[in-house]
Structure formats: C-alpha cells, structure tokens
C-alpha cells in the first residue's frame, strides 16, 4: 500500500523479532554482521508485510476515532499523533479484536511464519557458507519472489565479497537444465541459467547482473537467443517464464527461475461459441504462446492489458496501473485512495529503449535454428535419453495466476473481511470455484479450494507441486490435484505433435501484442516499387485482390459444425493479443464477414476475378458471429456476469451493429436479422457506455453514435437516436478545454490526442453528424433534443434543449487544426513529441476522410483546404510503411483519391499513378500488414482483408462503401 502511513508496529512484531535475534545469536557460524543483517533484513520484510495486511483497518479505525472524537488535540496533524501513540499500545490491538476477531491469530502466523522462515534460511546459511561467494553479510533483501508454505520466500544476500540467491525449493530441476543447454546448444550458448548448489530442499543461485548490450552484435545474439528459449521451453513445456524470471546479461537472455517446465496440458471448457473458436482456443494455448515469453496482455482486476512477459514488457507500451495509496496521511483525516503509476521496469531488456520490431527475425531464426537441432536429435534417438534426467526433479504448477491470488488475498485482508471471515472465506471459494470453470485446469475440489483459501489467509500465495515421473500434483495444505501422467513423455509427445508453422505465425503475431497501439512502424519504407507500371491495372487489381483472398481461406480454422474462425492479432481494449478473432469490425469476425460479402458482390458482378470457397468461408463466418451473439445473449439472459463490450464504432457494440447493417447493405443477410440482430445489440449500449473511460471512434462511446442512428433511420425506432443523443450530451460534459478547442483526455491517453481513431477528429466527427441528424432538429419518429433520455452514468441533458453538439464538434475541429505544423506538412501525433503522422488512426489519414465527409455534407473552402493538406501528407508521408488501411497504403489511397476527386490532389499525381504506385508496391513485395510483417492477419483496418476491400473499391465506378467512418448510410 503506497502513501506514507507510518503508524507505529512493534507491538505486534517487536516479540517475534526479540525471539529471532536471541535464535540467531544461538547460530554457530555466523559472525555479529551476519546476525545484524539477517535480522535488519527480516524485521524490514516483516514491517512491510504487516504493514499491508493491516492498513486498510488502521485508515477506518482512524477515521472513526475523529468522527466519535476521541481525538481531542488542536489540529489534524496533532490528532493523527494522538492517534498514532495509541495504536503503539497493546490495548488499542486488544481492542480491536472485538471487531475483527480473527485478525490478532492472522496476523501471529504471518508473523511467525515469516520470522522462523528467516530463521531457517540463517541455519541454511551458515551451514553452506563456506562454498557461498559472499563473504561476511552486508545485507538481506527478504521477499524477493511471493511467499509460499508458510512465508518462505527467495531472499538475496549481499555480502563484502559478491551476492547469492537463496531458494527456498529443490533446485534439482536448475542443475539438469544448465547440463541440456550444451547438449543441444554445442559452443558457447547464447542461453544459459544461474549456476546453483543444489541441497535438500533448498539451495543457492548465482546472482546474475543486468547489464545492457553493447551494440547491434550483442543485440542481435541476445534476440537470437531469445529464440533459443522459445525452442527449448516449446519442447520442455516451460511456463510462467515472466518479466521478473528473465534477466538480460548483455548478449544472453539468462532465465533465473526454471521451477516451471513440463507444466501438464488442461483442456479449456467448452465455450459455446463453436468448435472452431475452441479449436483455435486449444491451438493457441498448445503453442509456443504458453511458455509465458511472448508479449501478452493481462486481463486479471488491476492487471488489465498489463503486459508481464520476459520478451515484452516494454517501456512507453504499457498502460498505467492503479494503486491503493494513503491520501492525506500525517493527519486525522487520512483516507484511501488511489494512485496512476507507471508498471515498474525489470531487467528483462537488453538495452534503455528496445525496439523489439527490429528483432523479430532474430528471434524466429533463432526459434528455427534449435528447433532443427532438437529435431535432428529426434531423429538420431537421442532427445528421450536427453531428457530422462529430468523425471525426478520437483517442479512447481502454477494453475492460476499470481495477480489473480493476490487480488483475492487483498480482499481476505479487507476490513470487511476480518470483520465477518466466514463470510470473505465463502466468498473467495466461491470465485476460485467459479474461475476454474475458466481456467483450464485450475481446481474446482472444495477441498483444495479450502486449502487455497487458508493459505491466502495467511499472507501465502498457494504452491502446487510435483515431479515430471508421477504428474499428480501435491497441493497446499496436504491436498492433491489432478491425474497420475508421465509429463516428461507427454511434453515430448506434444512436441513432435506440434504445428511448426502455427508456432511460427504465432511468434510473429505475439510480438504485436507487446505494443500497445495500433500503428506501430517499422523504421524503413522498402515497399515502395522500384517501377511504376500503369499498365493492365485493373486486371492486375483483381490477380492481387483474388490472391488475398485465398490467403483468407487458406488460413481459416474449420470445423465440423460449419463454424469458422482465423488465429490472429486481435486489439482488444487491453491491447493486442493472439486469440481466435473477436467480434468487431476492426480486426474481427464481423470485418472478415464484409469483405467476404463484398467480394462475393463483386465477383458476381463481374468486377473480381471467382475464388472457389468464399460462399461458404462467408456462411461459416456468419453462423460462428450468430453462435457468439447468441451465447452471450443467453448468459445475460440467465443473469451471467459479463464485462461489459465496449461500445466503439470499430471494437465493440457499435462496431457490430454496423457490421450488421453493412453486411445487410451487401446482400449477405436479410433486412429483418439485420435489424433485429443490431437492435439487440443497441440494448446493451447503456451498460458499455457506462463503463466506459476512452470515450474515442474506435473503442469508445464516440463510436456508437451513428450507428445508432443508423439504425435510427433504418428501423424508425426512436429510442435509438435517443442513446445516440445522451452520448453526445456525455461527450460534451466530457470535453475539456485546450486553447483554442478541446480535446478529451482519457484512461489510455491522459494527454489528450489529435486524429480520428483516439481523438478530437474522431469524437468531434461523430458530434457533427449527430447536430445534423433528426436527433439534433426534431423529425417524426426520433427523439426530440428536450426528451433526450440519459444513458446510465452518462448525465443528463439540460432542460431547455440538447446540448450544442455542433458547437462541440467545431471546437475539436479547432483543436485538430492546432495541431497542424506547417513546417513539418503534418499533423503532430501527441503520442510522440515533434513527430507528424500520416495514418488513417493517428494524423493525416483519419482528419483526411473526416474532411472529405464535412466537405461533402456542407461544403466551404476550410473542409477543401484540410483535405488537400492530408492528401499531400499522406502521398508524402503516407506510403511504403505497409499496406493497410489502418496505417498504411491503401489508407493514405482513400484520402488522396478524395482529394483527387475534389480537384485538391497533390501535385503531379493522378488516379492512374496512384493506383499504379499501390499495385506496383504490393506485387512487387507481396501484401504486407502493419503488424507482424509476414504473418498472413485477415482484419479489415489492421490487417490484409481490408487491403483485399480497398482493392475491390479501386475498381472504376465502385460501388462499395468506405469503411474508414462506421458510418452504415456513408
């Protein structure tokens, strides 16, 4: 618990601590700085761990000596003294176990437990001296890791001569590693562990300094080593291999913490949305992605799109964390509260800034090479014999996250909870049974369920542990968990089993999700064509067009009850992950649905070239939307807790209802599911708007407006507009002041952004066409602007009328203007100080197709103006990063034809060019995404269907409506 809130503990540790310095004084072998460090580092642990378990109760005991005025001093300050020399009394304790029964026994354990463990470790200690490289103690640093069975924990000791590692486990499984790593890894590894003494039940661990690499040469063998791992966990079933557990020592990637290999495979539950989700589920889980290396986004309370990996975790990519912190503390009137602060760096990284993009095909030749020579070793018949050494060793399961255990131990610690235990114990059994039916392979026994819950009560995180010859896991407290199984065969079976291709792509799209933000770009352009060709192009429009097409197919997931999905780089409001596709537009299934609808259209007209398999690829992708609709539809139905969707225009609600009407404006789906299918999607609108803290176009509140109205207009039902309108009036209670606009600071983005995708284009775009739709001038069948119904928690509407939607709208648009650097030809994207981008999602692209729309609906020379700016960005600055349309070529193609069309086209080009520069660029380098280069990622913006769309739209005299705006009636 952050926050200075010092009140005094030594009533409560100071017994416990007398007791270990007269048991450390009866320790031979240990010298007075020794004892003095031992017993410096423990009681500082200790003091911490107290402190954290109690506060929550001081700060609401506190607080109730002020209200009932028991504190009598002067003043706030003088009070909290008054108090604070009470709690230094062994009465107040006494007291207050009156209210919190159990808490005086709790608190004994934890404490003892902590003290006999630092006692054990000192036994240890002096026993083993004599081969340890510390010389006489400088210091302890207890608690380096989460405490098990009963408060053991890893501590470092810092000696005169150097530091060692203290591991309060069997080490076996360290040694037999370091002696593999030569065998299949001859020379001198780019990988390695800590060396360690192995002892009975415990041992010690080379201390490893992080050390950045020194230059490219070390960057590239530490990033090819990283490849290395990925190898060699893949076949050792490695897991939980997080930031924390990997240590960069200049050019090798040292993995300090190896107690998880041969981890057993669960089957995840099935989820009812399709075989072919769970069949991708089940891939996914059984790659390389579970070695817990790669870049992942976390989804636990407190820990969301929280990016833990030892490969990622990169600084300035990840999102804040919020902390329970003291709020006034040094007075009486001192009150929780809590803090945005930074994720807290590791050693993981081999360098101040990585740039891990640049590595990528490091790190996949390096998975490719070891893979080859532990296949090579396969075939000779000697991996098996290799790995026999392993089947005694202990090893530790993790079978549910620590964040999730520790936010459920805060909870046993609330003062509620010591208030009524039963009821907190009840409670957390409740939802540790409740996340096994989630977790794959997490207990669901009561029995081990109960043994978790004391653990949690004391302060532990529980352990499971076994060896890979017996499988069946002992659990805390004298339980056990799960089947008898030869993991070491099954690991080596799973390995020969495996998908080399899906862990490859799986490599590749897993590095995406290290970075936050959609529109990460490489450093070089190499996609411009070396000749431009204006010849055949629309037979060369269709080649190209029908090609990715087939690429969409060929690497779909099918399955037997006619459902379909793709494995992918999904963003998700948390950040990127690799998973099955969502249900959004964006990246998703429903994006998936249009562009196979599109080209269906297309191809029946005569206008793309037949592609044998798209009907039914678009049937099977409609019936897994409508089998995930309808899942989610009959939990809310039987009063399952979901979180909330969010509502955005391109991921979440309102990206799915105009998918709906999209895919009805194509053809694929009727009039009557359309409409029914988006209405019942805009009844949970309320629900995703309140939870929302973006507000943007793309995840957003901003982007459910017009599709709501939308569907308003399609469907004559007014209470659509109505949501469409509490939006906006939420949105302009939202907006804040930044000469000479405003701009609307969020969660994700507390700077406030520029652009369409996260910022005051996007939000004041949605405003505009909600002060020019019937919601904004009265009409039959909407909602009148003094009858707007608010939203929950999305305020109200003032009582003479609807807010000035428009008014709002030219402010952002001010905003956006300020942006505009005339030096630079660009828009500056706040994100990064001094740089202009020209992306549909941040800069010119998205303020470009804003303006194109303002100028169409209204006309006047500021929309043409802006218009010929963003054309000349995006032809200048726009092309060669990639292809998209998200952040790439044929994103920039839309804003400059446009521009094009208005007569405001930069100079020199026209549309035979810029088609011929696009078409040029993707044949003669093939189709690249934005994301993870070569991995094949069919979303509509962020991926390669939407470049297949776009290429369909580039046909003269297209019909086919722009995605660019989540427009259903654009």
Not at 87 to 109: N, Q, S
Not at 444 to 454: W, Y
Not at 631 to 647: F, K, Y
Not at 937 to 952: F, N, R, T
């Amino acid at each position: 618990m952050a926050g200075e809130f010092d009140p005094p503990l030594d009533v409560l540790t100071g017994p416990a601590l007398a007791d270990l310095a007269a048991r450390l004084g009866s320790i031979t072998g240990l010298t007075a700085a020794d004892r003095r460090a031992l017993l410096d580092g423990a009681a500082a642990a200790l003091e911490e761990t107290v402190r954290r378990k109690v506060t929550r109760v001081l700060v609401l005991e506190l607080n109730a000596a002020r209200i009932s005025g028991r504190l009598t001093a002067a003043d706030p300050a003088a009070r909290w003294e008054q108090w604070r020399r009470s709690v230094a009394e062994p009465a107040f304790w006494r007291e207050l176990a009156g209210h919190y029964p159990t808490m005086p026994g709790r608190l004994r354990t934890v404490i003892g437990n902590r003290c006999e463990a630092a006692a054990l470790l000192a036994r240890r200690y002096a026993a083993d001296r004599a081969v340890l490289p510390t010389g006489e103690l400088t210091s302890v640093e207890f608690g380096a890791g989460d405490s098990h069975r009963g408060g053991h924990a890893v501590a470092v000791l810092h000696g005169v001569d150097g530091r060692v590692v203290y591991k309060p486990r069997p080490l076996q499984v360290d040694a037999e590693l370091a002696r593999l790593i030569p065998r299949v890894l001859p020379g001198e590894p780019l990988i390695r562990v800590p060396e360690v003494i192995v002892r009975d039940g415990y041992g010690w661990a080379e201390h490893i300094r992080h050390r950045h690499c020194d230059g490219d040469a070390e960057l590239r063998a530490f990033y090819r080593g990283i490849g290395h791992w990925l190898a060699l966990m893949r076949l050792l079933g490695g897991s939980d291999l997080h930031a924390e557990n990997l240590i960069a020592a200049g050019p090798h990637p040292v993995v300090v913490d190896c107690e998880t290999l041969f981890t057993p495979h669960a089957s995840a539950a099935p989820s009812g949305y399709g075989l072919a989700v769970d069949r991708a589920v089940s891939l996914v889980e059984g790659s390389v992605l579970r070695t817990g290396l790669l870049p992942g986004r976390g989804v636990a309370l407190g820990w969301r799109g929280v990016d833990l990996s030892a490969v990622g975790a990169l600084p300035g990519q990840q999102p804040y964390m919020e902390l329970p912190v003291v709020l006034g503390a040094g007075t009486d009137t001192a009150r929780l509260g809590v803090e945005r602060v930074p994720v807290p760096q590791t050693a993981n990284h081999p360098s101040p800034g990585p740039v891990l993009g640049r590595y990528w095909d490091l790190i996949l030749a390096g998975f490719d090479e070891l893979t080859e020579r532990l296949h090579a070793m396969d075939g000779r018949g000697e991996l098996a014999g290799a790995l026999d050494a392993f089947t005694d060793c202990p090893i530790r399961v993790v079978l549910r996250s620590t964040e999730s255990y520790a936010e459920l131990g805060r909870m046993l610690w609330h003062p509620a909870a010591l208030h009524d235990e039963a009821a907190a114990r009840d409670k957390t059994a409740r939802l540790l049974a409740e996340q096994a039916g989630n977790v794959p392979g997490a207990p669901a026994d009561p029995t081990v369920i109960a043994a978790e819950v004391d653990e949690l009560c004391e302060g532990d995180v529980p352990f499971f542990a076994t060896t890979p010859r017996r499988g069946r896991m002992d659990g805390p407290r004298g339980t056990a968990h799960g089947p008898g199984q030869d993991l070491v065969a099954d690991a080596v079976r799973r390995w020969r089993g495996r998908d080399q291709a899906l862990d490859r792509q799986v490599i590749q799209a897993a590095l995406v999700s290290a970075y936050l933000n959609e529109g990460w770009l490489p450093d070089e352009k190499p996609l411009a064509p070396a000749l431009v060709r204006t010849d055949d192009l629309d037979g060369r429009r269709r080649t190209v067009a029908a090609g990715i097409l087939r690429g969409v197919l060929d690497s779909a997931v099918l399955a037997e009850d006619g459902t379909v999905t793709w494995i992918s780089p999904v963003l998700n409001p948390t950040g990127w992950t690799v998973q099955p596709l969502s249900s959004d537009l964006y990246g998703g299934a429903h994006g998936v649905a249009v562009l196979l609808a599109a080209y269906l259209q297309e191809a029946g007209q005569g206008r793309a070239d037949p592609v044998d398999g798209v009907a039914e690829l678009l049937a099977g992708t409609l019936r897994t939307i409508r089998q995930i609709e309808d899942r989610d539809a009959e939990h809310r139905r039987e009063g399952v807790r979901l979180r909330p969707q969010p509502p955005g225009g391109y991921i979440g609600v309102g990206s799915q209802i105009w998918g709906w009407l999209l895919l009805r404006r194509l053809g694929a789906v009727g009039r009557e599911e359309a409409l029914t299918r988006a209405s019942a999607l805009a009844a949970t609108v309320p629900g995703s708007v309140a939870a929302d803290d973006v507000y943007d176009l793309v995840t957003g509140m901003a982007g459910a407006v017009v599709p709501l109205l939308g569907l308003a207009s399609q469907t004559g039902d007014g209470q659509w507009a109505g949501q469409a309108a509490a939006i906006g009036v939420r949105l302009a209670e939202l907006a804040q002041s930044r000469e000479p606009g405003v701009c609307w600071p969020s969660a994700r983005f507390p700077q406030g952004l520029g652009g369409l995708a996260h910022g005051a284009t996007g939000i004041g775009w949605a405003l505009s066409r909600l002060a020019a739709s019937p919601t904004g001038a009265p009409a039959s069948g909407t909602t009148a602007p003094d009858a707007v119904t608010p939203l929950s928690g999305a305020g109200t509407a003032s009582p003479t009328g609807a807010p000035a939607f428009g008014t709002t709208a030219l402010a952002a648009f001010a905003y956006e203007d300020s942006l505009y650097d005339p030096g630079l030809g660009g828009w500056r994207d706040l994100r990064e100080d001094g740089i202009t981008a020209a992306a549909w999602c941040h800069g010119a692209g998205g303020v470009g197709v804003v303006a194109a729309d303002r100028l169409a609906r209204e006309g006047g020379e500021r929309w043409r103006e802006t218009l010929r700016r963003a054309a000349a960005a995006c032809w200048g600055e726009g092309l060669g990063w990639n292809h998209t349309l998200c952040h790439g070529d044929l994103g920039a193609w839309e804003v400059i034809d446009l521009a094009l069309a208005a007569g405001v086209g930069p100079r020199g080009v026209d549309r035979e060019r810029l088609d011929a520069s696009i078409l040029g660029g993707i044949e003669e380098h093939g189709p690249v995404s934005g994301l993870a280069r070569d991995v094949f990622a069919p979303g509509l913006l962020p991926g390669l269907g939407g470049v297949a769309y776009q290429l369909l739209r580039m046909r003269a005299g297209g019909a086919l409506p722009s995605v660019l705006l989540p427009d259903p009636e654009g």
